[in-house]
């Protein structure tokens, strides 16, 4: 039998990514590196911001969400990129894991916006 997560785990996915990608952008600015830093700070605010209004987005603006995955996960196939030209294994290993983590996302909240238009209390049941 499949895990099928709900509304409520991925709020805890988006909010602790986000939170982490917050983290890592501060200290990103605090060591000089500005730009990535402010980069990270955004998307982790916009994961936030997921996780906070996801029952509403996935009702009415599934579409954002995917928007949102989509320009992280190409931000991050551009740091892949990057670190195989820097030779940096640790930042790839890094790069990967979150395009599996944002693939996973989104396999998820288009199944739950399928649901939501199809059965809206079928996403907060489990």
Request: net charge positive; hydrophobic share 55%; aromatic share 6%.
């Amino acid at each position: 039998m499949a895990i099928r997560e709900t509304a409520k785990s991925l709020k805890l996915y988006f909010g602790w990514s986000g939170g982490a990608a917050v983290l890592v952008g501060v200290l990103d600015v605090a060591n000089g590196a500005i730009v990535l830093g402010l980069i990270a700070v955004a998307l982790g605010g916009a994961y936030l911001f997921v996780a906070m209004r996801l029952d509403s987005l996935l009702d009415e603006n599934a579409g954002l969400i995917r928007q949102i995955l989509y320009v992280s996960s190409g931000l991050m196939v551009v740091g892949i990129v990057a670190d195989v030209a820097l030779q940096n294994g640790a930042g790839i290993t890094r790069e990967v894991i979150g395009l599996l983590i944002n693939w996973y996302l989104l396999v998820n909240v288009k199944r739950l916006a399928r649901e939501a238009t199809s059965n809206p209390s079928s996403r907060t049941a489990g």
